[in-house]
Protein backbone atom coordinates (compact mmCIF):
# COMPACT_ATOMS: atom_id res chain seq x y z
CA UNK A 1 0.00 0.00 0.00
CA UNK A 2 2.68 2.21 1.19
CA UNK A 3 4.70 2.00 -2.23
CA UNK A 4 1.59 2.62 -4.45
CA UNK A 5 0.62 5.74 -2.60
CA UNK A 6 4.67 6.71 -2.73
CA UNK A 7 3.80 6.32 -6.68
CA UNK A 8 0.77 8.61 -6.38
CA UNK A 9 2.24 11.26 -4.57
CA UNK A 10 0.12 11.00 -1.40
CA UNK A 11 2.82 10.33 1.08
CA UNK A 12 5.58 13.11 1.45
CA UNK A 13 8.51 13.47 4.11
CA UNK A 14 6.24 15.75 6.03
CA UNK A 15 3.40 13.07 6.27
CA UNK A 16 2.89 12.28 9.87
CA UNK A 17 1.46 8.16 10.41
CA UNK A 18 -1.85 9.44 10.88
CA UNK A 19 -2.52 11.54 8.57
CA UNK A 20 -0.98 8.77 5.87
CA UNK A 21 -3.45 6.18 7.09
CA UNK A 22 -6.16 8.40 6.58
CA UNK A 23 -5.06 9.80 3.19
CA UNK A 24 -4.28 6.06 2.56
CA UNK A 25 -8.52 5.15 3.22
CA UNK A 26 -9.41 8.38 1.09
CA UNK A 27 -7.65 7.41 -1.61
CA UNK A 28 -8.58 3.36 -1.78
CA UNK A 29 -12.57 4.32 -0.99
CA UNK A 30 -12.50 6.87 -3.79
CA UNK A 31 -10.45 4.63 -6.25
CA UNK A 32 -13.07 2.12 -5.28
CA UNK A 33 -16.00 4.07 -5.97
CA UNK A 34 -14.43 5.85 -9.30
CA UNK A 35 -13.87 2.11 -10.57
CA UNK A 36 -17.58 1.09 -9.69
CA UNK A 37 -19.18 4.49 -11.35
CA UNK A 38 -16.43 3.85 -14.18
CA UNK A 39 -15.97 0.25 -15.42
CA UNK A 40 -13.01 1.91 -17.61
CA UNK A 41 -11.22 2.03 -14.36
CA UNK A 42 -12.17 -1.27 -13.18
CA UNK A 43 -8.85 -3.60 -12.47
CA UNK A 44 -8.72 -7.46 -13.27
CA UNK A 45 -9.01 -9.43 -10.09
CA UNK A 46 -9.25 -13.35 -11.67
CA UNK A 47 -8.50 -14.54 -15.09
CA UNK A 48 -9.16 -18.00 -16.16
CA UNK A 49 -12.26 -20.41 -16.30
CA UNK A 50 -15.83 -21.04 -14.25
CA UNK A 51 -18.05 -23.92 -15.15
CA UNK A 52 -20.78 -24.36 -13.24
CA UNK A 53 -23.78 -26.69 -12.30
CA UNK A 54 -27.04 -26.72 -10.80
CA UNK A 55 -29.17 -29.64 -10.68
CA UNK A 56 -32.92 -29.88 -9.44
CA UNK A 57 -35.25 -32.54 -8.32
CA UNK A 58 -38.77 -33.02 -9.81
CA UNK A 59 -40.38 -30.20 -7.48
CA UNK A 60 -37.48 -27.30 -9.62
CA UNK A 61 -36.03 -27.34 -6.06
CA UNK A 62 -32.15 -27.21 -6.20
CA UNK A 63 -30.30 -30.23 -5.10
CA UNK A 64 -26.85 -29.12 -6.02
CA UNK A 65 -24.70 -26.48 -7.23
CA UNK A 66 -21.04 -27.12 -8.19
CA UNK A 67 -18.90 -24.25 -9.19
CA UNK A 68 -15.10 -25.50 -11.00
CA UNK A 69 -12.35 -23.04 -10.89
CA UNK A 70 -9.52 -22.62 -13.36
CA UNK A 71 -7.26 -20.23 -12.00
CA UNK A 72 -4.71 -18.78 -14.20
CA UNK A 73 -4.51 -15.65 -12.41
CA UNK A 74 -5.90 -13.92 -9.49
CA UNK A 75 -5.08 -11.47 -6.55
CA UNK A 76 -5.08 -14.10 -4.49
CA UNK A 77 -3.25 -16.90 -7.02
CA UNK A 78 -3.49 -19.27 -9.25
CA UNK A 79 -4.56 -22.89 -8.68
CA UNK A 80 -7.76 -25.19 -9.74
CA UNK A 81 -10.90 -25.41 -7.03
CA UNK A 82 -14.30 -26.64 -6.80
CA UNK A 83 -17.05 -25.30 -4.77
CA UNK A 84 -20.13 -27.51 -4.07
CA UNK A 85 -23.42 -26.46 -2.42
CA UNK A 86 -26.16 -28.25 -1.13
CA UNK A 87 -28.77 -27.76 1.39
CA UNK A 88 -26.48 -30.19 3.77
CA UNK A 89 -23.68 -27.38 3.56
CA UNK A 90 -21.02 -25.86 1.50
CA UNK A 91 -17.47 -27.76 0.75
CA UNK A 92 -14.60 -25.63 -0.68
CA UNK A 93 -12.08 -28.11 -2.62
CA UNK A 94 -8.27 -27.21 -3.08
CA UNK A 95 -4.57 -26.65 -2.67
CA UNK A 96 -4.48 -23.44 -1.78
CA UNK A 97 -7.28 -22.44 1.55
CA UNK A 98 -6.31 -18.61 0.47
CA UNK A 99 -7.58 -18.74 -3.01
CA UNK A 100 -10.23 -21.37 -2.64
CA UNK A 101 -12.00 -19.34 0.42
CA UNK A 102 -12.01 -16.58 -1.55
CA UNK A 103 -13.29 -18.27 -4.83
CA UNK A 104 -16.41 -19.39 -2.44
CA UNK A 105 -17.08 -16.43 -0.45
CA UNK A 106 -16.06 -13.41 -3.13
CA UNK A 107 -17.85 -14.82 -6.13
CA UNK A 108 -19.97 -17.99 -5.32
CA UNK A 109 -22.08 -17.08 -2.63
CA UNK A 110 -23.28 -13.94 -4.21
CA UNK A 111 -23.77 -15.94 -7.52
CA UNK A 112 -27.70 -15.57 -8.90
CA UNK A 113 -27.86 -19.48 -8.88
CA UNK A 114 -27.67 -19.77 -5.38
CA UNK A 115 -30.53 -16.73 -4.30
CA UNK A 116 -32.77 -17.31 -2.22
CA UNK A 117 -30.57 -20.34 -0.97
CA UNK A 118 -29.08 -20.46 2.55
CA UNK A 119 -25.51 -20.56 2.66
CA UNK A 120 -22.93 -21.48 5.46
CA UNK A 121 -19.85 -20.71 5.98
CA UNK A 122 -17.53 -23.54 3.19
CA UNK A 123 -15.40 -26.50 4.96
CA UNK A 124 -12.24 -25.99 3.65
CA UNK A 125 -11.01 -29.64 1.95
CA UNK A 126 -7.15 -29.48 1.12
CA UNK A 127 -6.69 -31.82 -2.34
CA UNK A 128 -5.50 -31.57 -5.63
CA UNK A 129 -8.16 -30.64 -8.15
CA UNK A 130 -7.76 -31.89 -11.95
CA UNK A 131 -9.49 -29.87 -14.82
CA UNK A 132 -10.00 -30.92 -17.88
CA UNK A 133 -11.71 -28.42 -20.24
CA UNK A 134 -12.83 -28.54 -24.02
CA UNK A 135 -15.20 -26.22 -25.75
CA UNK A 136 -15.25 -28.98 -28.28
CA UNK A 137 -16.12 -31.76 -26.24
CA UNK A 138 -16.73 -30.58 -22.58
CA UNK A 139 -15.77 -30.70 -19.06
CA UNK A 140 -14.24 -33.49 -16.57
CA UNK A 141 -12.90 -31.73 -12.76
CA UNK A 142 -12.16 -34.18 -9.98
CA UNK A 143 -10.81 -33.67 -6.39
CA UNK A 144 -11.82 -34.37 -2.82
CA UNK A 145 -14.20 -37.17 -3.17
CA UNK A 146 -15.85 -34.88 -6.32
CA UNK A 147 -16.34 -35.72 -10.04
CA UNK A 148 -17.91 -33.44 -12.20
CA UNK A 149 -18.79 -34.59 -16.43
CA UNK A 150 -20.04 -32.28 -18.82
CA UNK A 151 -20.75 -33.09 -22.25
CA UNK A 152 -23.07 -32.21 -25.79
CA UNK A 153 -21.75 -28.51 -26.15
CA UNK A 154 -24.25 -26.97 -27.35
CA UNK A 155 -23.26 -23.65 -28.12
CA UNK A 156 -20.34 -21.07 -28.07
CA UNK A 157 -20.62 -17.23 -27.62
CA UNK A 158 -19.51 -14.75 -25.71
CA UNK A 159 -20.82 -12.97 -22.98
CA UNK A 160 -19.61 -9.54 -21.59
CA UNK A 161 -21.32 -6.94 -19.03
CA UNK A 162 -20.05 -4.44 -16.06
CA UNK A 163 -23.02 -5.05 -14.01
CA UNK A 164 -22.38 -8.11 -12.26
CA UNK A 165 -23.11 -7.78 -8.41
CA UNK A 166 -21.40 -9.44 -6.27
CA UNK A 167 -22.28 -8.11 -2.32
CA UNK A 168 -24.00 -5.26 -3.68
CA UNK A 169 -20.93 -4.05 -5.41
CA UNK A 170 -21.15 -3.92 -9.62
CA UNK A 171 -17.82 -5.89 -11.41
CA UNK A 172 -17.04 -6.18 -15.20
CA UNK A 173 -17.15 -9.61 -16.56
CA UNK A 174 -16.43 -11.43 -19.99
CA UNK A 175 -15.91 -14.78 -21.18
CA UNK A 176 -17.34 -17.27 -23.75
CA UNK A 177 -20.00 -19.21 -23.08
CA UNK A 178 -20.55 -23.10 -23.66
CA UNK A 179 -23.95 -24.13 -22.39
CA UNK A 180 -24.09 -28.16 -22.17
CA UNK A 181 -26.56 -30.99 -23.15
CA UNK A 182 -25.61 -33.27 -20.33
CA UNK A 183 -23.82 -33.51 -17.06
CA UNK A 184 -23.71 -35.64 -14.22
CA UNK A 185 -22.00 -34.88 -10.78
CA UNK A 186 -20.58 -37.94 -8.65
CA UNK A 187 -20.11 -36.97 -4.51
CA UNK A 188 -18.22 -39.24 -2.26
CA UNK A 189 -18.92 -42.46 -4.49
CA UNK A 190 -22.71 -41.33 -4.86
CA UNK A 191 -24.24 -39.81 -8.01
CA UNK A 192 -25.72 -36.62 -7.08
CA UNK A 193 -29.06 -36.65 -7.17
CA UNK A 194 -31.18 -34.08 -9.45
CA UNK A 195 -30.92 -33.00 -13.42
CA UNK A 196 -30.26 -30.29 -15.05
CA UNK A 197 -32.47 -27.93 -17.19
CA UNK A 198 -32.21 -26.29 -20.33
CA UNK A 199 -33.93 -23.51 -22.03
CA UNK A 200 -33.16 -21.18 -24.77
CA UNK A 201 -33.92 -21.52 -28.59
CA UNK A 202 -32.51 -23.19 -31.32
CA UNK A 203 -29.88 -20.61 -32.02
CA UNK A 204 -29.29 -19.68 -28.29
CA UNK A 205 -29.83 -22.71 -26.33
CA UNK A 206 -29.21 -22.23 -22.61
CA UNK A 207 -28.72 -24.76 -19.92
CA UNK A 208 -27.95 -25.47 -16.28
CA UNK A 209 -24.52 -26.91 -17.35
CA UNK A 210 -22.15 -24.55 -18.75
CA UNK A 211 -18.74 -24.41 -19.88
CA UNK A 212 -16.71 -21.18 -19.66
CA UNK A 213 -13.23 -20.00 -20.64
CA UNK A 214 -11.43 -16.78 -21.13
CA UNK A 215 -13.15 -15.39 -18.45
CA UNK A 216 -11.69 -12.10 -16.65
CA UNK A 217 -13.07 -10.13 -13.94
CA UNK A 218 -12.33 -6.76 -12.90
CA UNK A 219 -13.23 -4.75 -10.26
Not at 11 to 23: E, G, I, N, R, V
Not at 159 to 185: M, N
Amino acid sequence: MGTALGALGFLTATTTPASASASASASASAAGDAANANPALRKPILVGANPGLQLFDSSGACTAYLSTWHVEWSTHGSGNALVLWRPDGVRAVGQDPNLTLWLAEHFVRHFPELDGLPWTTPRFQRSTVQVRLDLASGLRAQGGGIDVRMAEVLDRRAFATDQFPLAGVDHSLSLVLGPCGRAEAHVDGRVQPGEITRGGTPDRPSSSAFLTTAEVWRA
